[in-house]
């Protein structure tokens, strides 16, 4: 089982797998859902959603099939395809709008798959919880998002691989994002100042486009700590 595809919405946090059907979750209730849902499936909106929570409520009983059956294996194929399982039901309950059971489910999966050298299993882990910080983000759980995204940087921080770098800095700038809504501007603004530096020695384009993204949230911040102010 591999995990697949990718979402980006300005942070790495990635929902993958599933396609389409997470991508028409996003659509329901825009003017062109119904159009597009008639043309492709032949049904109202109200047909393709509950068409679509079965397919889900399906995929997610596949998923805890595989992970009460091989959860407690001890191979390498075996864990990365219990890590899957577990990131792949959260996706599904992500497009169903049940973040909550996905933060629930990120959280079982870094707690029941040990850490690793193998890169694919880590990038699972990591993805999953900076996947999880932000939709604590979502759900106005900051301070819950600030300890998520401390436990990436201290579980997978000194991981040297560029795929996981990437989701460290990631997750860095989640837990700005979290401590700005929390009204600390100063440690957010510090964690943004931090990213800058850290992404300005790095080449890769994926890199520079976080420096960006970092460079962005310091004058958000700066901006909202100023209205305050004001």
């Known amino acids: 089982m591999r995990v697949l595809g990718a979402r980006d919405a300005g942070r790495p946090d990635v929902t993958r797998g599933l396609s389409p059907v997470p991508d028409f979750a996003v659509m329901t209730g825009s003017p062109e859902f119904e159009e597009i849902a008639g043309e492709l499936y032949g049904l109202r909106p109200d047909e393709f959603i509950a068409a679509r929570d079965e397919r889900m409520a399906e995929a997610i009983a596949g998923f805890d099939d595989v992970i009460t059956r091989f959860s407690a294996a ?74 998520n995204f401390d436990d990436v940087l201290n579980r997978f921080g000194d991981r040297p691989e560029a795929e996981i770098q990437f989701l460290i800095v990631g997750a860095a700038l989640g837990k700005g994002d979290a401590l700005v809504n929390l009204g600390d501007f100063g440690e957010a603004i510090f964690i943004y100042d931090a990213v800058v530096v850290e992404t300005g020695t790095r080449q890769e384009a994926a890199f520079e486009r976080m420096q960006v993204a970092a460079m962005v949230s310091k004058g958000r911040a700066l901006w909202r700590a100023g209205a305050l102010i004001d």
Request: net charge negative; aromatic share 4%.
């Open 74 to 147: 001890t191979d390498i194929d075996s864990r990365r395809d219990v890590a899957d399982a577990y990131f792949n039901k959260a996706v599904a309950q992500t497009a169903i709008g049940n973040a909550t059971g996905a933060v629930d489910t990120y959280a079982d999966m870094a707690a029941n798959i040990a850490n690793d050298p193998d890169l694919e299993l880590t990038e699972t882990l990591t993805l999953g919880l900076v996947n999880r910080g932000n939709l604590l983000i979502e759900l106005g759980r900051h301070e819950e998002a600030v300890e």
